[in-house]
């Protein structure tokens, strides 16, 4: 039975590094991570911007990420030009369920968001 190698990671929250330690099913211990990650990182978690797009996966509001914009991410819808292809977080062009590992970029996100919805005083509202 051969080994498969995993790369570390890059927290998005914490900023830290994800070893490359197997979980229950061989695979790296990211999920965990980031389970006990939004525990004890929870008041930061909390202060990152709510939208009102789902997460494709849980359904839980995606949150404009604006930590550690030296990190890169990649878009996660198929349809975007830049699928998989890794991305600067400029602090305003990434959207994500930290739970999930899902991000959308801001072109995508655009694309999901209600069209009676309109940004005003740092919080999405209805419009009437």
């Known amino acids: 039975v051969s080994k498969v190698l995993f790369r570390s ?7 830290g590094i994800v070893m490359p330690v197997e979980g229950l099913e061989g695979e790296p ?20 911007r709510q939208t009102p797009v789902p997460c494709y996966i849980c359904r839980k509001k995606l949150r404009l990420w604006d930590l550690y914009e030296e990190f890169p ?33 801001f072109t995508c996100y655009s694309k999901e968001v209600p069209a009676r919805v309109s940004y005003s005083s740092d919080e999405y509202l209805e419009s009437d």
Do not use: Q
Request: with cysteine; proline share 2%; glycine share 4%.
């Open 29 to 48: 211990d990211w999920y965990r991570h980031r389970l006990t990650c939004i525990l004890n990182n929870y008041t930061i978690y909390c202060k990152l």
């Open 73 to 105: 991410f990649t878009c996660k819808r198929r349809s975007c030009s830049g699928f998989e292809k890794p991305m600067a977080n400029t602090g305003y062009n990434r959207y994500t369920c930290f739970a999930c590992d899902y991000d959308l970029c």
């Open 9 to 15: 990671f890059y927290c998005h929250l914490c900023g």
